[in-house]
């Protein structure tokens, strides 16, 4: 498995560079940490370019630099990196790959379980092509910021999408996993599996019935999920909730929940211009939400 | 649902959310284009205005590549009849074209002899009593050297200087950060200001001396540039010292000049020798500039400039070619070209026509009302579409506006060059953006103020000094 974690400032991305690690380590996955750089004006790219190798040429931290030096300095503080004299962010090397790629290389660096990436310009596009590259199937990025952010990237990014939002390390987790009888929903009890057997999370089995569903064939599908858990000697309970699907889940959902959610199997085009349930719900929730695909 | 159905609409749908400015730019010029052409317009003059919407709808959002719009541009101006194939062609390349090259070739040869630790040494020199004679000697010198060599140029020397000396500086703190700030602002003011100095300060100040040539029969050298520009430069640099010293007050305890002042020692003979050719060939080019602008064309002289680089074996073809913005120079061209077909069709006349039935409807209507509203459209413009764009593209009608007085032209190109609203006005701007320490909204903040001071000295010099010129 690849994990993709995009950060941008600093204390900001604290919690999505801890949520993050914490999932690679479990895991024991490999882990692109990026930063992706202000897009520039076409006019200015060349100068902007130009600029940049000078400050490299005078030892000075071109911008987006600092950024991965505190990123990589928490990870030696967390532990994640074993500091050696060898491996100080000090003597760090740039090496300019394909579409506006740089990686960060260290020179005592020898796992290459841990890559520091920096990427320039508009950050979808950029996240999207990092994901379709190197084959990352989870993008981890902060709640904060522009909303339309993730909507685009459940939409357009090939990997499942975990949006950080008001996490913190002291809270002990768990999971809610709102359930249906649709393959995106399948998806997401396979992930709810692996994440709670990793971390040994509780989790709570939700379903809400709509449309023409009745409430025993909701029933079954909540026996049938807990099931699965069951054999994987997990713990959960289950509940049937009412109302519309979002409200009910935003409203069920508490600060300490992480909500698993499968991707909707809507037509894009539709999505994209009226949004979806899981999309909706990762944006009213307050707390750590991953859409998987 | 078929899983190739989803990966097309998918694909479909990314290629719609990058590109949504281009497929409402062309809905809306297709819509144009179906409406009947206005009373007093010919169909190409209506055609090379519906271009000209669509050009600035395309440089401001870049859906598409800018060599993708400049071949858009030169592609529908025959498409639609606009001119001849011959003629589109022949107004693609001129002298302001050849210097947009130049320049932009002649600022990566300098760039490259890393004159920058030299000409911090000289600052230090003459500035480094005090820490804020030193930041004022930045703005000054960052000045001086953009009016001759233009910004890009100076912004790539100067930034690594001003970023040395603020290097450790903890910006968590307000003493910090205004004093990051105020070394950023001022090397990034002292830029933009000097830009307006000379015609080669910007690719915008010689486009505009080539349609007063071309459209006026107005000729307009260095020199009388300079003697028009220059105060206003120099005004300008005080107001925006005391601007910044306001804005961002700081004790300044937090620069570390002495650190900067152990880097710049680093330097050997071959280096010596190297620095002193380029300012050989820097003061060259300028004397030329001075001296034989009429003959030989402002971009042909910049040509020269990075030509005598390339033979001197002081930069290679390959680092030049890296580095120039080819995207850029090809823009330029198309939008020149259109700027030649809008004044060839009579397209701009009629738009002046209308500025002027405009304001025969205010209560007050004189040279002063026309003039301001045309120097602050061409700021704002530039601020939100760059400058040379603007100027290439507007210029025609401030100059139609009144043929005869250049003051209108002057001030058109002056006020294009007061980028201090948005970071995508400049390539100095955008450089200061790319360091990450400055925000838009900061610069937009401090801008205001520095734009209309800078718009009211126009208006000023303007009336009261140019006429006696």
Sequence with gaps: MKILIAIGGREFSKPTLDLGMKIANSFKCSTTIAYVGKKISQFSEKDVSVVHQNLDDRELYRPGIRTLEWAYDFLISKKYIEEKDSNKFDDYLLVDEENSRMKVLLKGQQSDKIDLIMRTGEIIEQLKDEVETNKHDITIIGGGGNKGIHQKLVQFIDSSVFVVKNYSVNKKYKILLPVNDSMGSDMAIETAINFAKSYKLNVEIVSVPEGKKSIEEVEKILKKTKEKFSKNRIKTTTKLIDGSAVDSIVNYAKDDSIVILGVSPKNPIMKYFFGSKPLSIAQKCNCPVLITK | ?469
């Design chain 2, 1 to 469: 649902m078929n899983e190739s159905y989803k990966v097309i609409s998918s694909s479909i749908l990314f290629w719609f959310s990058q590109k949504k400015w281009f497929v409402y730019s062309v809905l809306i010029s297709i819509f144009l284009l179906n409406l009947s052409t206005p009373v007093g317009l010919t169909v190409p003059a209506y055609h090379s205005l519906i271009i000209l919407l669509l050009v600035f709808m395309l440089v401001t959002f870049e859906p598409i590549p800018f060599p993708a719009i400049a071949l858009l541009t030169l592609v529908l101006q025959v498409v639609l009849g606009v001119a001849p194939p011959d003629v589109v062609a022949s107004s693609f390349m001129n002298d302001a074209v050849l210097f947009v090259m130049g320049s932009l070739m002649f600022a990566i040869a300098i760039v490259h002899q890393g004159l920058d630790i030299r000409l911090a040494k000289l600052i230090i020199k003459i500035f480094g009593k005090s820490k804020r004679m030193f930041l004022a000697g930045l703005m000054t010198i960052s000045a001086i050297l953009s009016s001759f060599l233009g910004e890009h140029t100076v912004i790539a020397i100067m930034l690594p200087i001003g970023l040395s000396v603020i290097k450790n500086i903890d910006t968590q703190q307000a003493d910090g950060k205004n004093a990051v700030l105020l070394t950023l602002f001022s090397i990034a003011y002292g830029t933009i200001i000097g830009s307006i100095g000379t015609p080669s300060g910007g690719a915008r100040n010689v486009i505009m001396i080539n349609y007063l040539q071309e459209f006026s029969n107005v000729s307009i050298d260095y020199w009388k540039w300079m003697k028009h520009a220059y105060p206003i430069l120099m005004i300008q640099l005080v107001v925006a010292y005391f601007v910044l010293q306001f804005t961002f007050p700081s004790s300044l305890n937090n620069i570390k000049m002495r650190g900067f002042k152990k880097n710049v020692g680093k330097t050997d003979v071959k280096k010596n020798i190297n620095h002193l050719f380029s300012c050989l060939i820097i003061i060259g080019i300028v004397s030329s500039w001075f001296a034989f602008n009429d003959i030989y064309g402002l971009g042909i002289i910049a040509l020269a400039g990075a030509l005598t680089f390339m033979i001197f074996g002081m930069i290679s073809w390959e680092e030049i070619n890296k580095n120039t913005n080819w995207g850029v120079i090809l823009l330029f061209a198309a939008t020149i070209s259109l700027g030649f077909q809008i004044n060839e069709t009579g397209a701009s006349s009629w738009l002046v026509l209308k500025f002027n039935e405009l304001l025969a409807t205010l209560p007050s209507n004189s040279m002063n009302v026309s003039w301001s509203i045309m120097a602050v459209l061409s700021g704002l413009t530039a601020n939100f579409f760059t400058s040379s764009a603007t100027v290439s593209l507007i210029g025609p009608m401030a100059i139609e506006l009144h043929p005869t007085d250049i003051s209108f032209a002057l001030s058109s190109a002056i006020a294009s060059g007061f980028s201090f609203l948005t970071v995508i006005s400049s390539p100095t701007a955008m450089i200061i953006y790319s360091t990450g320490l400055v925000s838009t909204k900061m610069f937009f903040r401090v801008g205001t103020l520095m734009f209309s001071i800078s718009i009211i000295i126009l208006y000023l010099m303007s009336q009261f000094y140019w006429v006696k010129l």
